[in-house]
């Protein structure tokens, strides 16, 4: 056991009245919300790799995070100490899951075979603090952009060595996220892209990159995986372009590749807006298609153009995930992953708190304004009402597929005209949802 968040005792629920910093002000894991708890509804998981082996480095500068328990070593022994204060930390957050990428938990070793040993042993470990705590993991998944081997990609290095190491990680990745009882296993594209496409066949990196995907599928049904597999979109960084650009671009791949039976989506708000989307655009397209399987929750910061992968604060946001999560039903076997960093002007240990404290509550006030928002069905009956005209007579024709043009051209040579459009009301709408804000 760990202690090193000593003057932290478990977070409580404190209501939105409280100055405590360190108290929740409305997530209160039990509370009921349309028949079901928030922390079901939530789903919450931290992000080792962020939350655990960040460092606050960045291009023009050194690490600035204090990590008194880190001794900086790729040593199995410090592997195994931040395994202990994770779960501390998760454990008087009150997180109910984590997700980690097979190199964040353990280090890499000179060969294949002596970096499985390593992760076996952190596995065991993870194992074991995870039964003793209650904390689960919400998916597991590879890093294969980190080593210089895949400066090229990985499923789509146009080295088939490269392809069959990525495949072996993968493979292992996948056994240890089975042995952890892994509720999911997200592929996020790394480097699958390119760079320049004078130097790229990108029908054979996309027919490789499908090959891949059929092979882990394969090999998860062989071990009595059950997981829901996850594919995260996101348009550039690394890479100038990523295969997996955004949601319609790996529906796309899915279908084209025959995966739709086994992968889901996993939606991140800074890869969306990334894209040119919001996250409500891309949660919408996923979710109508019946492929929302999980989000990563966070933020970018609009003037900038990259990742910045912030804590996600603004109600606005939460509402419209929550808006989406509750019309499907929830996220399960999903969740909410902050897939977010502190900034590395906030280096203290207790900034880990206060960020995912504050993520926590975000989501929670969303989920809540949402439910209000649900239950007084304001935008649901504006959105029916608005395409009634579907509901009967030739609308209800068309959408059944029994007109032809030349059913339409008749129609409308005898009607002569439409009936009046209708206002789409988006101010009065806008200023609706800031009525559910407050
Ligand atoms: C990178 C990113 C990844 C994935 C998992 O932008 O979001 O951390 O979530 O590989
Ligand atoms: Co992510």
Request: aromatic share 10%; hydrophobic share 35%; glycine share 8%.
């Amino acid at each position: 056991m760990s202690d090193s968040f000593p003057e932290i005792s478990k977070i409580a629920y404190e209501g939105p009245r409280t100055k405590n910093p360190l108290a929740f002000r409305h997530y209160q894991a039990d509370e009921p919300v349309e028949g079901r708890s928030m922390r079901d509804w939530l789903r919450f998981s931290v992000a080792y790799w962020h939350t655990f082996r960040g460092t606050g480095s960045d291009p023009f500068g050194a690490p600035t995070l204090q990590r008194p328990w880190d001794d900086g070593s790729d040593s199995v022994d410090n592997a195994r100490r931040r395994v202990d204060v994770a779960f501390e930390f998760m454990e008087k957050l009150g997180a109910p899951y984590y997700c980690f990428h097979d190199r964040d938990v353990a280090p890499e070793g000179s060969t294949l075979a002596e970096t499985n040993k390593r992760l076996d042993a952190v596995v065991e470990h993870l194992k074991a603090a995870q039964e003793r705590s209650g904390v689960k993991l919400l998916w597991g998944t590879a890093n294969l952009f980190s080593h210089p081997r895949y400066m090229h990609g990985a499923a789509t290095s146009p080295n088939a060595d490269v392809f069959a190491y990525a495949a072996a990680q993968v493979k292992k990745a996948i056994e240890v996220t089975h042995e952890l009882r892994g509720e999911n296993y997200v592929f996020w594209g790394g480097r699958e892209g390119y760079m320049n496409l004078y130097n790229t066949d990108m029908k054979r990196e996309l027919d490789h990159l499908a090959r891949f995907m059929h092979m882990c599928v394969e090999h998860a049904r062989a071990i009595g995986f059950r997981g829901q597999f996850l594919f995260e979109p996101k348009p550039k960084e690394p890479t100038k372009h990523q295969y997996d650009f955004d949601a319609a671009a790996c529906l796309n791949f899915i279908r084209q590749y025959e995966l739709t039976d086994h992968v889901k989506l996993n939606i991140e708000t800074n890869h969306a807006t990334l894209a040119g989307h919001t996250m409500m655009h891309e949660l919408v397209y996923a979710s109508i298609q019946g492929a929302l399987g999980s989000i990563d929750a966070n933020t970018g910061d609009l003037l900038l153009g990259w990742d910045t992968d912030q804590f996600p604060t603004d109600i606005y946001l939460t509402t419209q995930c929550m808006l989406v999560i509750m019309q499907q039903g929830g996220l399960a076997p999903g969740g909410v992953n902050f897939d977010a960093k502190v900034r590395r002007e906030s280096f203290e240990p207790v900034d880990l708190f206060h960020a995912h404290i504050g993520g926590m509550d975000a989501f929670a006030r969303g989920l809540k304004i949402a439910a209000r928002l649900r239950a007084d069905g304001v935008l649901s009956e504006f959105v029916k009402r608005r395409y009634r005209s579907f509901d009967e007579g030739m609308g209800k024709k068309i959408e059944a597929g029994q007109t032809s043009l030349g059913d339409l051209e008749a129609y409308m040579l005898d009607k002569g005209r439409p009936d009046s459009v209708e206002s789409g009301r988006q101010e009065m709408l806008e200023n609706l949802i800031n009525d559910y804000l407050c």
